[in-house]
Nanobody
Framework: QEQLVESGGGLVQAGGSLRLSCAASGRTFSSYHMGWFRQAPGKEREFVAAISWSGGSIYYADSLKGRFTISRDNARNTVYLQMNSLKPEDTAVYYC?????????????????WGQGTQVTVSS
């Protein structure tokens, strides 16, 4: 069973950058595909990015391509989300999630394990 813990959130000015980390405690992290989602107040959970177990396949929300980069380090049991050129509309709680079979990368209902989330606030 995977336990996921996000970190790296915080308050940043518009145009700034943040790097989120998601550390997994299970011994089978490298077998899982990983995703990042976000949820702003009053809005539904939104897909951000996903990465296959090997890192060979990567998916992004169309609106975020070019600003966000997902990566993983299986030796460290960690997945990352590098966020650049942040905008106030990026303000949300960011969650990482794990799934064993990556059939629909953007479908949050398919993911089996979730972290507790980390708050990202972008000021204008």
């Amino acid at each position: 069973q995977e336990q996921l813990v996000e970190s790296g959130g915080g308050l940043v000015q518009a145009g700034g950058s943040l790097r989120l980390s998601c550390a997994a405690s299970g011994r089978t992290f490298s077998s899982y595909h990983m995703g990042w989602f976000r949820q702003a107040p009053g809005k539904e959970r939104e897909f951000v990015a996903a990465i296959s177990w090997s890192g060979g396949s990567i998916y992004y929300a169309d609106s975020l391509k070019g600003r966000f980069t997902i990566s993983r380090d299986n030796a460290r049991n960690t997945v990352y989300l590098q966020m650049n050129s942040l905008k106030p509309e990026d303000t949300a709680v960011y969650y990482c999630a794990a799934v064993f079979r990556l059939l629909r990368p953007s479908e949050y209902g398919d993911y089996e394990y979730w972290g507790q989330g980390t708050q990202v606030t972008v000021s204008s």
